[in-house]
């Protein structure tokens, strides 16, 4: 545990010296951010800007160049799934060592919010269905990044668990789940971690007192975060979610991000000035910035807090990502232990489906980062198994949008120049501004603030007979004519909610179909939107897409089907894309896309040595799981992902990986189908039963239970025991510490995953929190050990994990009776039982 001392124990008198130094002016612009990225300086009182970035899949950075590369970590889902918080740790050194790398002070995560429903577009960036998984996962990445100088922003506080409407809408959850489900991950990472700061959601919470935004509602931001439980830290805004001055204010927001545009520029000094916001709130905010920066460094003459924090520059950043995907792949089935292969038992591998030519290895949305490298599976299989003949087909087709307009050799000017035209107009329609390019990405970025509209016009060429598809995809106001054929438009003006709601990322296109018998030319003449947001660089959206007659699916099986049959291997790679799991939206369907499922079939119908790895961040479904000999869940693994699954493949690493959430059979079976506002509201119907939870309280079988996962090896757990109080117990929590015996009975050295679930003595039907789930998690470890060894693993199950809340005390208690504890390999194969009598403890 970290001996840093600045968290609370530090004396604030210096910060009160500078506090006192500043004007009202200069305390509401600490108040603000400078920028999208930055904090206030105030250089007379030594006080640096500050640098923040996203995000939960590395450290994105500051600058603004748009080449700016980091290194690409797994999805959040991927670390927990390895339950390890060990490795845990280390990701939260990876994280210091990129930001620093990055000038950064502050990253912008982790992200504890539960995966209340497999649709939730930001699944990927979240850990767990479970909040003790969560919040045991979360601690050690928070700490371990704060001891070495950097600080963590933790997010999304709180119930913000869906991205439909995610800027309005309204969650209406009861006292007891907020308490013992939604805010626990929170409370976990402030008493123990001591976060620096927590980021307040867009959204709002109905707790049944208090209907408000999040960073208006006083009784949870003060309440509960600062007077409850002592957060010292920075609220920080989500990025334009401030809507009001003094209502934000007096509920606990300490800055608004970005800057310096925003209700709390000059809004909020008028109303210091006028006494609607006191003096008094407005210097516990600012006392609040000045300890951060005390934290991270940014004040002259004081270091970086944390006793690591020159323990950074040693990291080895390309191998524990390498190591961390690799280990937290899950064996979903393995009937005839086909992993690992032996590197020189295969000579030809047919590689196969389209995220084997092209893998989805980071999310969309504030996750994303420009990879700093990326590699191919085919490369990184040729090179694991001795160089044997790889055969990559993408086999179906998993894309729904037209691909972006490759101008190379087929799109000219007006003038007839190679590439785009790009015209930034004035109000009046004149042009501004001219430049022709021959590399168009789909954006134009800090437009000048005069332009109104960004017209692109360019005529492209279509060779090939067949069906195109030619078009442009927007946001905003805007006209597109397509071949002389206005295909679409618009005229709302709009702002940095598409930026909000990432319809900016991947807008539908509006499109042309056309039939072509010989070589023929379409113009495309499209007049958009000059987005001016407030908060965010502008910029203008369009982005030409053009899909060429291709093969058919059905052709594209076949050559998959034949690759297969003359292979000694098949690898079948599916999953989702870019299109499908996002910040911003909500999935449609848990159904793989396109034809990947009938792609499985056929090719394990081809070849019966076949392994299916899913690449994948949130639960889809794999109505063939019960036929396919191995099937691998892969996550979106990073930048190291290709190399990682070559690892897994050939035996050098184990996939330990355990699942950190359900994995439906049937969509009709998931509790919570989706988290769609009704009139605006969310409401979280199934209370404390989250997740796995509710899969037991209704009795449903999953294909894949919660803490799933083979491994490599067999395990036999022996016993199982309660450690005495007062021996060697792991902590003074009074909770209860288990030592369980477990067997490798395998052929291999391998890593056990030990979970411990508890279930609830029988209450009367009126006692607290007597609607208790039928088992829940109280805590695990990981344990290794080589072919036929006998280890024993502690298990710590904290006494918070037994305690329930109580409404009508509105404190915690903990019945008394006896109390289950299973042990097991997931929350669906449980071993071992210990029965422990708790005495009840009350506030």
């Given at each position: ?57 590395g ?7 748009p ?6 970590f ?43 429903t ?18 045991e ?79 208006e ?16 830290g ?44 006191s ?40 191998g ?16 005839e ?75 000219t ?5 190679a ?10 329609g ?42 442009v ?46 070589p ?19 910029f203008?959206r ?12 059905d ?77 691998v ?49 969310v ?49 003074a ?29 029988a ?75 708790i ?5």
């Amino acid at each position: 545990m970290s001996t840093d001392t600045t968290a609370a124990t530090r004396p604030d008198a210096h910060l009160d010296g500078l506090l006192r130094q500043l004007t009202t002016e200069e305390k509401v612009r600490l108040v603000v951010g400078a920028g999208l990225w930055s904090t206030t300086a105030i250089d007379r009182i030594g006080l640096r800007a500050m640098h923040v970035s996203d995000g939960p899949a590395g450290v994105r950075g500051v600058s603004d160049d748009p080449t700016e590369t980091a290194a690409s970590f797994p999805a959040p889902s991927a670390l927990a799934a390895t339950w390890d918080v060990d490795l845990a740790g280390e990701v939260g050194a990876l994280f210091a060592a990129e930001a620093r790398r990055h000038g950064v002070d502050l990253v912008l995560a982790p992200q504890v919010n539960l995966q209340r429903t497999p649709v939730g577009g930001r699944h990927f960036e979240c850990y767990s269905e479970d909040p003790q998984l969560t919040g045991e996962i979360a601690v050690h990445v928070v700490r371990s990044a704060q001891d070495r100088g950097v600080g963590m922003c933790v997010k999304h506080f709180v119930a913000n668990d869906s991205e439909t409407e995610r800027t309005t809408y309204l969650s209406r959850v009861d006292e007891r789940t907020l308490r013992e489900v939604y805010l626990a991950p929170f409370e976990r990472l402030v008493r123990e971690a001591r976060a620096w700061s927590v980021m307040g959601a867009y959204s709002g919470v109905d707790d049944g007192t208090t209907a408000a935004p999040v960073l208006e509602h006083r009784p949870l931001l003060t309440g509960v975060l600062k007077d409850e439980w002592g957060f010292d830290g920075v609220v920080v805004s989500d990025w334009v979610a401030t809507n009001t001055v003094e209502k934000a204010a007096y509920g606990g927001l300490d800055l608004q991000m970005p800057g310096p545009d925003g209700p709390w520029g000059d809004g909020l000094l008028e109303a210091v000035r006028a006494r609607r916001v006191s003096e008094a709130v407005l210097d516990d905010k600012v006392l609040r910035i000045l300890r951060l920066a005390q934290r991270v460094g940014a004040l002259d003459g004081v270091e970086a807090s944390g006793e690591h924090r020159d323990e950074v520059a040693d990291v080895d950043v390309r191998g524990t990502l390498r190591r961390l995907v690799g280990r937290s792949m899950v064996v979903l089935r393995d009937d005839e232990r086909a992993l690992p292969l032996a590197a020189d038992d295969v000579r030809r591998i047919a590689l196969l489906g389209p995220n084997a030519v092209s893998p989805f290895v980071q999310g969309g949305g504030s996750a994303y980062v420009r990879p700093e490298r990326s590699s191919t599976p085919a490369e990184a299989l040729t090179g694991a198994f001795d160089g044997a003949t790889v055969d990559v087909h993408p086999g179906a087709v998993s894309r729904l949008l037209p691909p972006q307009l490759d101008l190379a050799g087929r799109c000219t000017t007006p003038d007839g120049d190679a590439g785009v035209l790009v015209e930034l107009l004035d109000a009046d329609g004149t042009v501004l501004d001219a430049h022709t390019t021959t590399t168009w990405g789909g954006w134009l970025r800090d437009v000048r603030d005069d332009a109104v509209t960004v017209r692109l016009r360019t005529t492209v060429r279509l060779d090939e007979p067949g069906r195109h598809e030619v078009g442009v995809g927007t946001v905003g106001r805007h006209l597109i004519a397509i071949g002389g054929q206005v295909v679409s438009t618009g005229d709302q003006v709009v702002g940095a909610e598409v930026i909000l709601d990432s319809s900016v990322n991947q807008p539908v296109p509006a499109t042309l179909v056309l039939d072509v018998t010989e070589p023929t030319t379409v113009d495309v003449d499209a007049h958009v939107q000059a987005v001016h947001p407030v908060g965010y660089a502008s910029f203008a959206r369009a982005e030409l897409v053009h899909r060429v007659p291709g093969t058919s699916p059905d052709e594209l099986l076949a050559v998959a089907v034949a690759a297969a049959e003359q292979a000694d291997l098949a690898v079948v790679v599916v999953g989702t894309n870019e299109e499908i799991e996002s910040e911003g939206y909500d999935r449609t369907s848990l159904a793989l896309p396109g034809t990947q499922d009938q792609l499985v079939k056929a090719v394990l119908a081809a070849n019966p040595r076949t392994v299916v790895v899913v690449n994948a961040g949130a639960p889809v479904l794999l109505p063939w799981l019960d036929e396919v000999p191995c099937v691998v869940w892969a996550w979106l693994g990073g930048q190291e992902w290709p190399e990682a699954l070559a690892d897994v493949l050939t035996g050098v690493t184990e996939p330990s990986g355990r699942l950190p959430w359900t994995l439906p059979a049937h969509e009709d079976d998931v509790p919570v189908p989706d988290a769609v506002p009704v009139d605006g509201v969310v409401e979280y119907h199934e209370g404390v039963h989250v997740g796995y939870r509710s899969w037991l309280r209704l009795g449903r079988t999953p294909a894949a239970p919660f803490g799933h996962g083979l491994g490599w090896t067999t395990w036999e757990h022996e016993s199982a025991e309660v450690v005495p109080a007062g021996t060697d117990a792991t902590s003074a929590d009074h909770g209860i510490d288990l030592d369980v015996i477990v067997v490798n009975t395998g052929p291999r050295a391998g890593r056990e995953v030990v979970q411990v679930y508890v279930e609830p003595p029988a209450d009367p039907a009126q006692a607290p929190g007597a609607d208790r789930p039928v088992r829940w998690l109280g805590g695990f470890t990981v344990v290794h050990a080589a072919p036929g060894e006998r280890t024993t693993a502690r298990v710590h199950v904290p006494a918070d994990t037994l305690r329930t809340w109580d409404t009508a005390g509105h404190g915690w208690v903990t019945p008394a009776g006896t109390y289950t504890l299973r042990v097991g390999r997931s929350s669906g194969d449980l071993r071992l039982t210990v029965d422990v009598e708790i005495p009840s403890t009350a506030p």
